[in-house]
């Protein structure tokens, strides 16, 4: 009640001003009537008071977010229902909920008055143009009564959070270098190629099953061949990002940085659709699996939370890396290289692995010194190419979309005649 009182009004202190003058006067004068107008006018705003201090416990709130991940600059509905669970009607509310800064002004809403038992809902938009991880909320909501002479506001703990990923491109569909690279015991995409006929087989083993032997390939060998058991065949790929801050250039969500995040989003996501198992690696020490059912949404969180580091290093990053190395196919993204650096990438190729990497200009993205820059990212990309990797040149205002066809098998040559030949106009311009 104390706290109710404290929320009176200009109006409702008027009153009880109001109420001790005419009780004064009453008193002076010696007029009863004029002491009945002093009561009522001290009883209404201490029953305003009573009112909106006893309606405060009684209202509950739910918030929903439409969707609770969006992409970069794309909008998302915050759903606000309210519930009045007293007997007694509400008066008006006036809705604030708290964002933080890169989601907008914090929206006002105008809710009319409940009654018993009655819910009503309230939306309103945001929209982020920086990924990340914004809480949204607590909701405040100012009660009134009736005839507006207490307000109370009330603060409701919930807080719930909206995941802003990086912009996910559709890529086409091409033929990588490392499509048949993975773990399994039988390949599947082998017979179903060539025909049962060429079914995966192995030596014949004491305690074997007769029933498995593959008499074809015992004639065709000479020696007693059995089909080996069946095991999936997986397709691995593994998404390397380059998180160093100094190998970047750019401010926002234009800086080369939110290039390579988009980019890795996109192709972990490809992947994921083309059958690949998906695993996330970068320099500031992430190293997640996209499991089955969710796995994708685990990326993309990831993605909305991951930032450049000044401690970071290729040679960290290779070290994440080679911690498990299982093979298939590596996908890197990464900013400026010296051709050390490159030359230190290939270390990744072991067990197997097929290398694309996608070599930033990150010059193009800022004007100052573009000459000297262009000839350093030139000697990178060849030294990338020598080290055994796909190499894919990067600059300014390219599309991952126009871009992906170049990882594609058989493209390995005109890379390296590519760089090649801009290394030496390099070289011969210096």
């Not at 705003?45 to 209202?59: D, E, H, Q």
């Not at 290729?314 to 298939?328: A, F």
């Not at 890197?332 to 067990?351: D, P, Y």
């Not at 040559?413 to 760089?419: K, N, S």
């Amino acid at each position: 009640m104390r706290e109710a009182l404290r929320g009176l009004t200009t109006r409702g202190r008027s009153f009880l001003a109001a109420a001790i003058a005419a009780a004064v006067s009453a008193l002076i004068l010696g007029e009863s009537d004029l002491l009945r107008v002093a009561v009522l006018l001290a009883v209404l705003p201490l029953l305003a008071a009573w009112y909106v201090g006893r309606s405060r416990y009684k209202l509950a709130c739910t918030r929903s977010l439409e969707p609770a991940r969006t992409p970069v600059g794309s909008s998302a509905r915050v759903i606000l229902r309210l519930q009045n669970l007293s007997r007694l009607p509400t008066g008006t509310m006036l809705l604030e909920d708290r964002l933080p800064y890169a989601l907008g002004s914090r929206p006002r809403v105008v809710l009319e008055r409940l009654g018993a038992h009655q819910a009503s809902s309230v939306a309103y938009t945001v929209r982020a143009d920086v990924r990340g991880r914004y809480p949204i909320g607590p909701l405040m909501v100012r009660l009134t009564d009736p005839f507006g002479l207490c307000e109370l506001t009330r603060s409701f703990p919930s807080v719930d959070r909206l995941t802003v990923i990086p912009q996910v491109f559709t890529l086409p569909r091409v033929r990588l270098a490392g499509e048949y690279a993975g773990t399994g015991e039988s390949r599947a995409r082998s017979v179903a190629v060539h025909g049962e006929d060429d079914a995966a087989t192995r030596e014949y083993r004491r305690g074997d099953d007769l029933r498995r032997v593959h008499w074809r390939s015992t004639a065709r060998t000479g020696e007693l061949m059995v089909r080996r058991e069946e095991q999936p065949w997986e397709s691995r790929a593994t998404v390397v990002l380059d998180t160093r801050a100094f190998a970047h250039r750019g401010e926002g969500p234009t800086a080369s940085f939110e290039w390579a995040v988009s980019a890795a989003a996109s192709i972990a996501v490809h992947l994921r659709e083309s059958g690949y198992k998906v695993r996330l690696v970068t320099g500031s020490g992430t190293d997640i699996d996209a499991i089955e059912g969710g796995g994708e949404g685990l990326i993309l969180d990831t993605l909305a939370d991951v930032k450049s580091d000044q401690a970071s290093d290729v040679s960290v990053l290779i070290e994440h890396v080679r911690r498990r190395n299982d093979g298939g196919l590596v996908i890197g993204l990464f900013g400026a290289l010296t051709v050390a650096e490159a030359e230190l990438l290939s270390g990744l190729r072991g067990n197997g692995a097929s290398c694309i990497g996608f070599a930033i200009d990150t010059s193009t993205w800022v004007p100052s010194g573009v000459a000297e820059a262009e000839r350093e990212h030139a000697a990178a990309s060849l030294a990338l190419i020598r080290a055994g990797w796909r190499s894919v040149p990067v600059t300014h205002g390219d599309t991952l979309a126009a871009l992906w066809p170049t990882v594609a098998r058989g493209s390995q040559g005109f890379a390296y005649r590519a760089a090649m030949a801009e290394t030496t106009v390099s070289g011969v311009t210096r």
